[in-house]
C-alpha cells in the first residue's frame, strides 16, 4: 500500500468539510423516495451516507428508530437500549434525533456519560447478566456489524445462542444481544445488552 503524501500534515482547506452545512442539510433535506442512491440502506456498519446527497438525513434516522421502537414494541421487547455514538460529523444530531424518537415511544435508553463515542480500537469483553435457573430465556445474538452478511443481523427467532457468561465485542463494532421467551416472543419480556 502506499502512503499519502499528505500523511502526517494537516488537511489541506479544498479538503475539510463544513461541519455546519452539513449538520443544516442533515435537518432540512429531504429524501427522494423515486431515487434508491437515498433510500435507507445497510451496509456492515448500519446506514452510511452524507446530508449533502440527502442520503443520510433526519428523515432517515427518523424512520429507523421509529422502525426500532415498532420492532421492540411487537416482540415485547422493553429493556433499555444502551446507545453509544462516533467521531462523525452528523453523530451527535442523529442522536439527538434517535432520542427524541425513543422518547416519544416511551423507551428508556441509556447513553454514554460526558458526550462519550463508542469507538474502541481493541476488543471489549462485557460480562453477560446471569439467567435465573428457573428461567428458559438465554442469550441471542441478533446483531454483529463485524460479521459478515447474512449472519450480521439474524431474526429473533433464528438468532444463535450465546454460550458462557459474556461477549467479546470486536473493534469497532455494535452488537446486540437479547434473552427472549422461546414459546411467545411477542408477548413475553425481553432484555437487551449491547
Same mark, same amino acid.
Given at each position: 500500500m502506499e502512503i499519502s503524501p499528505l500523511a502526517g500534515k494537516p488537511a489541506p482547506k479544498n479538503m475539510l468539510v463544513d461541519l455546519s452545512r452539513l449538520e443544516r442539510e442533515y435537518y432540512e433535506r429531504r429524501p427522494d423516495i423515486g431515487d434508491p442512491d437515498q433510500l435507507v440502506s445497510f451496509g456492515t456498519s448500519g446506514h452510511r451516507g452524507s446530508?449533502? &446527497?440527502?442520503?443520510?438525513?433526519?428523515?432517515? +434516522?427518523?424512520? +429507523?428508530?421509529? =422502525?426500532?421502537?415498532?420492532?421492540?414494541?411487537? &416482540?415485547?421487547i422493553d429493556g433499555p437500549p444502551h446507545m453509544g455514538k462516533d467521531t462523525h460529523g452528523l453523530s451527535s444530531?442523529? *442522536?439527538? !434525533? /434517535?432520542?427524541? /424518537?425513543?422518547? =416519544?415511544?416511551? /423507551?428508556?435508553t441509556f447513553i *454514554?456519560?460526558?458526550?462519550? /463515542?463508542?469507538?474502541y480500537w481493541e476488543p471489549l469483553r462485557f460480562e453477560l447478566t446471569p439467567i435465573p435457573e428457573d428461567e428458559s430465556r438465554p442469550w441471542r445474538r441478533w446483531l454483529d456489524t463485524l460479521l459478515e452478511a447474512p449472519d450480521d443481523i439474524c431474526v429473533f427467532s433464528n438468532a444463535p445462542l450465546v454460550g458462557g457468561s459474556s461477549y467479546l465485542v470486536n473493534p469497532r463494532s455494535i452488537v446486540a444481544l437479547a434473552r427472549i421467551a422461546? =414459546?411467545?416472543?411477542? !408477548?413475553s419480556r425481553t432484555e437487551i445488552d449491547s
Open positions: 446530508s449533502l &446527497r440527502a442520503t443520510f438525513t433526519e428523515s432517515h +434516522i427518523l424512520a +429507523i428508530t421509529q =422502525a426500532i421502537c415498532d420492532c421492540r414494541r411487537s &416482540r415485547g444530531p442523529a *442522536q439527538r !434525533t /434517535v432520542l427524541e /424518537v425513543l422518547a =416519544a415511544n416511551e /423507551v428508556e *454514554q456519560r460526558d458526550n462519550g /463515542v463508542n469507538a422461546e =414459546a411467545h416472543p411477542a !408477548t
